[in-house]
């Protein structure tokens, strides 16, 4: 268990503060607390009108967490809270859905906690691609996502890093889909392409539906370097995940070649549309 927080001190004053983590059983810590999962920061002094960041972790579990998966979407809830300098009293909380898996390439095959997975997915992209004024109705989203897991689908791409997405990820980690998320389109400028591949990881970084990264989507073959340096990048932001790039109309052949040094991607793809341009 590895979380970081960040805590905006907007006070004209130095303050000392300190961070606890506490993790619950269920989506919704219903299950009750795992006390030996708690972890408190030591004291932290802000600087008036700063961001302090306080990292803490815990590397080895015990008793050892059921993983998150497809089939059983073990989820946690972790409960965030900044506490005034003396630890007894608890300024701000907030909460948030965690899980405990695996997601990797290795060689031919997607696994998923160690084990070969085939990812079943539809060409739609909750919320970007549904109508504004439903895409955020809790209702709306709770059946959407009912109807994909009861087509066996358990991948979906998810565009959008704003509160809109924050609703469809919570149920996507309820249901047990996988997700890829990252910018559905890019620009030229590698620092903005940067900047927002950040905004991405800080926003939905926790979510264990969240399986892989994308960079970018239909990038051109003669955009080579900097789709190598945004996998670099995003790589030293969360090497844990693998990331993905949308190619334009190209797929990988095989040939036992790690593709990531070449394309800024660990898994190609091809794109093909029937008649959709014709």
């Known amino acids: 268990l590895d979380v970081n927080t960040t805590i905006s001190h907007t006070r004209s004053t130095t303050m000392t503060y300190k961070v606890r983590q506490r993790v ?10 795992i006390t030996a999962y708690a972890m408190t920061s030591g004291s932290i002094s802000v600087p008036a009108n700063t961001l302090v960041s306080a ?10 967490p ?21 630890g007894a009293v608890a300024l701000l909380s907030k909460t948030s859905i965690i899980g ?9 095959n997607f696994k998923l906690n160690g084990s070969p997975i085939y990812l079943f997915g539809l060409h739609r992209t909750p919320p970007g691609r549904i109508l504004a004024g439903i895409y955020n109705d809790q209702s709306f989203i709770d059946q959407h996502i009912a109807r994909l897991k009861a087509a066996n689908v358990n991948m979906v791409r998810i565009a959008i890093p704003d509160a809109n997405a924050i609703p469809w990820l919570d149920a996507c980690d ?10 559905y389109d890019t620009n030229n400028v590698l620092i903005e ?6 905004e991405y990881v ?25 789709r190598t340096n945004l996998y670099n990048y995003i790589k030293s932001l969360d090497p844990s995940r693998p990331v993905f790039l949308a190619d334009s109309a190209g797929f990988y052949a095989g040939g036992g070649v790690d593709p990531a040094a070449s394309t800024g991607s660990n898994f190609l793809d091809h794109h093909k549309y029937n008649g959709w341009y014709s």
């Not at 619950?24 to 607390?33: L, P, Q, T």
């Not at 926003?203 to 990038?219: Q, R």
């Open 24 to 33: 619950y059983k269920g989506a919704d810590g219903s299950g009750g607390e």
């Open 55 to 64: 990292r803490l972790t815990n590397a080895s579990l015990s008793p050892t």
């Open 66 to 86: 059921t993983p998150w998966s497809v089939s059983d979407p073990n989820c946690y809830m972790l409960r965030t809270e900044v506490l005034d300098s003396t």
């Open 100 to 108: 405990f898996r695996k997601f990797e390439v290795a060689g031919q």
């Open 174 to 183: 309820k249901a047990g889909i996988m997700v890829f998320c990252g910018p």
């Open 193 to 198: 392409n940067e900047d927002r591949l950040l």
């Open 202 to 226: 800080n926003a939905v970084n926790a979510h264990p539906c969240v399986v892989a990264w994308v960079t970018g989507n239909e990038w051109s073959s003669s955009s080579g370097p900097d």
